[in-house]
């Protein structure tokens, strides 16, 4: 049988895994934050004349290739960001021979749920 996904995660390892990705999601939408507004206080300066350089953009840049290197975490274990600003993510599994997502959102505590891997989160289902 061939599977979309390489790696597929037991509840327990997905569970395993939540401190870091707390942490990871909390520093992605810090970095988003800082990266819209600078990018807010670029835009502002983007006129004929000025000088955008320095600073201000040597930040946002630090900014965006550390989102970069977050995200390619994320990436590496085959876990799928559906809404970062909810924390909403997605791990790749079997269940009953069939590869589904274990679904988390991040005010949860546990591993509760899955969805098949195309209905997302209108279809999940409490697991057992």
Request: net charge negative; glycine share 10%; with cysteine.
């Amino acid at each position: 049988m061939s599977y979309r996904f390489q790696k597929h995660y037991r509840r327990e390892e997905a569970e395993a895994l939540l401190p870091q990705v707390r942490q990871w999601l909390q520093r992605l939408n810090e970095l988003r934050g800082e990266g819209e507004r600078a990018e807010e206080k670029i835009n502002s300066l983007m006129q004929p004349g000025h000088d955008v350089g320095g600073d201000l953009v040597n930040r946002w840049i630090r900014s965006l290739a550390e989102m970069q290197e977050l995200l390619g975490e994320f990436q590496r274990r085959e876990i799928q960001i559906k809404d970062l600003a909810r924390g909403l993510l997605d791990f790749p599994a079997i269940i009953g021979g069939k590869e589904v997502f274990l679904c988390w959102e991040q005010d949860e505590d546990n591993v509760e749920f899955w969805h098949d891997l195309d209905t997302g989160y209108g279809g999940r289902e409490r697991l057992d």
